[in-house]
């Protein structure tokens, strides 16, 4: 079964602008993760944020968790036509297993 | 390359026949994911290892399939009388886990990928 909830489910911008996806979830976790898929490809992690953590920052990508909503939110900034993908959250929510949402289709266009 | 792989990338077979599919994990992570993925949906859990430990199996791991990991390191899911529903990627991914390990990030290495196609 299926934790995480994603919205949007898809999402077209252009490049240069901001991409925002959220996640939201049934149960406490231990941490929430980001991951990436290209089409037809395996999922790249991006960035993990742990249940005492509100906000976490690596490059171009801003995570924000909040526990009393059960909820994240991934920013990609300045996107990049390389940025086209899916991105999943995914829940540890048992020492290690991740759950997955359905994911958001992000377009970045040229 | 010291990723995780995956093989067949492909697969094609016919309702009813038994397909196979092998990860070869990190060598140095402890657990290994198995997860089944269908178009436009995310990756769905099926089991996964830690050593050679089956820790848990989900419900959507029927008595079709099996997985194993014998000595720890590679792992082998096994679908008997595949079933047109089967039709999926299959994902497999390895991590380092458990009090200890410097480098524990929580983080799960994904292959590539078996995609199966059952007629």
């Known amino acids: 079964s299926q934790q995480g909830e994603e919205d949007p489910q898809a999402l077209s911008i252009q490049e240069g602008e901001n991409a925002t996806m959220n996640c939201s979830y049934k149960?406490?976790?231990?941490?929430l993760q980001w991951y990436r898929q290209n089409s037809g490809r395996g999922l790249v992690h991006l960035i993990l944020?742990?249940?005492?953590?509100r906000e976490k920052h690596s490059g171009r990508l801003r995570v924000t968790l909040d526990t009393s909503k059960k909820s994240s939110s991934l920013l990609i900034t300045a996107s990049r036509a390389a940025d086209t993908a899916s991105y999943f959250c995914?829940?540890?929510?048992?020492?290690?297993?991740?759950?997955f949402g359905q994911g958001t289709e992000l377009s970045v266009k040229p | 390359d010291t990723g995780v792989s995956q093989d067949p990338r492909h697969k094609i077979t016919k309702r009813g026949q038994n397909v196979t599919f092998r990860c070869d994990p990190i060598?140095?992570?402890?657990?290994l994911y198995w997860y089944r993925q269908t178009l436009g949906q995310g990756p769905e859990f099926l089991t996964y290892?830690?050593?050679?430990?089956?820790?848990?199996k989900s419900r959507l791991l029927s008595d079709r399939f099996s997985a194993e990991r014998p000595k720890g390191s590679f792992s082998t899911l096994e679908i008997q009388r595949t079933e047109q529903g089967d039709s999926a990627m299959y994902l497999c991914?390895?991590?380092?886990?458990?009090?200890?390990?410097?480098?524990?990030?929580?983080?799960?290495?994904f292959g590539e990928g078996s995609r199966l196609t059952v007629l």
């Open positions: 149960t406490s976790i231990n941490n």
């Open positions: 991914a390895s991590s380092l886990a458990g009090s200890g390990y410097q480098r524990n990030t929580g983080e799960l290495f």
């Open positions: 944020i742990r249940s005492n953590e």
């Open positions: 290892f830690q050593n050679e430990a089956q820790l848990e």
């Open positions: 060598s140095e992570h402890n657990r």
């Open positions: 995914a829940t540890d929510i048992q020492g290690g297993k991740l759950i």
